[in-house]
Every structure is written in C-alpha cells, then in structure tokens.
C-alpha cells in the first residue's frame, strides 16, 4: 500500500527464509531498564527505528533445516533434542556464535537489546510482557529442576496468556535469548537514545528473558544475563531472529 509522498506501507507480519512468522514492532520510544539491580539502572528513554521480531523463539525443527542446510556440526545433545516430541520446542545448547549464524543465514540478525526489550515490555513500561502481575505457570514457563531430556520446555506458541503488547511468545522464560549486543553493566549511563546497539567490545555477550530453569523474580524483562559469545552452549540458552524493513 502506497504512502502519501510515495512511501511504501509495512506489512504488519512477514515469513522469514526459515519458515517463521515475524511481526512488526513500530517505530518510538520505549522505557527502558529498570531498578531491580545495577546494571539496570539508569532506567532511560530509547527510540527505536521500526524493525520485525520472531514471534516465537528458533525451534529444534528450524534449527534442523539450518543444520541439514550448512553442513555444519550440531550442538551438544543433539541427538536428544531432534526428537519427534521436540520440534516445536525452542533449540537449546545454542552459543552465540551459532545464534548469530543461523540468523545470517536465515537472511535475518540477531535483535539489538534494546530492540529486544521493546518487543517484549512494549512502551507503557510494564514489568513483563503481559503486565505487571507476577508470573505464572500459564504466563510462562519457569521454575523446573532438570532438563529432563529437552522436555522442560513447552512448544512455542502455546503460552497465550504470555505474549507481549506486539503478539510475541515467550519473551519471559522457557529459553534465555541471545541478543547482538556486547555486555557492560554501566552501558546504560552512556547509552545513545537513539537505536543503540551496546558498547562496540566485550569480552560477554547479552541474554535476555529468561529459561525453564530461572526463578520467578528473575523474569522481569529489564533483567540482563551475560555468557561468553563462543564455546558455551548451556541448555538455558537459545535466541530468535529479528529483521529490518
């Protein structure tokens, strides 16, 4: 759809490369950051440039065609994850670098932390995706003991009760989401406030939003995690894809 001055219309939901729906997050500001702990403090205004956002974290079957695609090795515990059972549950065992990756090759990138925190809170300042109520089992999946063979997480997509303000799942919980930014726990009293993208080195990158593993009080979504970006593939972590228009 044509815009006054000859602008195009953006589609509000597009398919990635990889099979996977992806939604429009708007142009604006958001508030971002928090005071549950220093390296979320200041909390501060960002304005973001419009951008697409996985609505549902990579799955083992997504990761599977990537996998068959590249040639390259898998994870570790591989074999226990690519099960039947398990293909629409998020991929886990994933670094950095293997994140990264499959976003390239999907023809998409790794969101920015910033980006990521906008399509998970949206713009009223909210505590969680879904609100500011405290989590629950039917808002997120959190709180389990043992991986218990990939079966501690839920298929994506089935946490209605969960979604964030633009329409995206488990952004608190069932897998922690690498995002393309370096980690500095003072980055945010020097960030730009217009689309940041993290200090431009580091020796960690940042996780954000949460596993099947984590605490309640630890699924806010201005909480930040860190891990190194290479050889270190956890069964807490796995990452979604974000796009530019």
Same mark, same amino acid.
């Given at each position: ?50 951008? #697409? ?5 990579? =799955?083992?079957?997504? #990761? ?71 989590? =629950? ?16 997480? %839920?298929? %994506? ?11 995206? #799942? ?12 370096? #980690? ?21 990158? %940042? ?39």
């Amino acid at each position: 759809m044509a815009l006054p001055g000859g602008g195009q219309a953006q589609q509000q939901e597009i398919t990635g490369k990889d099979g996977a729906p992806m939604v429009l997050v708007s142009a604006g500001e958001l508030t971002m950051g928090g005071n549950e702990a220093v390296e979320e403090k200041p909390v501060h205004r960002v304005s973001l440039d419009a951008y #697409y956002m996985d609505k549902s974290q990579v =799955t083992v079957g997504q #990761y599977a065609a990537f996998l068959q695609a590249k040639g390259i090795d898998p994870p570790s515990d591989w074999k226990t994850m690519n099960q039947p059972s398990h293909q629409k549950r998020p991929v886990g065992n994933v670094d950095w670098a293997d994140a990264n990756t499959y976003c390239h090759w999907a023809e998409k990138r790794l969101p920015t932390e910033a980006e990521w925190e906008k399509a998970a809170r949206g713009t009223d300042g909210r505590i969680y995706p879904w609100g500011n109520d405290l989590p =629950t089992p039917l808002r997120a999946n959190y709180g389990k003991k043992n991986w218990d063979k990939h079966a501690a997480l %839920v298929p %994506v997509g089935t946490l209605e009760a969960g979604k964030s303000p633009s329409g995206i #799942y488990d952004m608190a919980g069932n897998a922690w989401e690498w995002v393309s930014d370096w #980690y500095d726990n003072a980055y945010y009293k020097n960030s730009p406030s217009q689309n940041p993208k993290g200090p431009e080195r580091g020796d960690f990158k %940042v996780l954000r939003g949460g596993s099947w593993h984590s605490r309640p009080e630890s699924l806010h979504s201005a909480n930040r995690n860190y891990s190194p970006p290479v050889h270190h593939r956890s069964p807490y972590n796995g990452f979604r894809c974000a796009k530019t228009p």
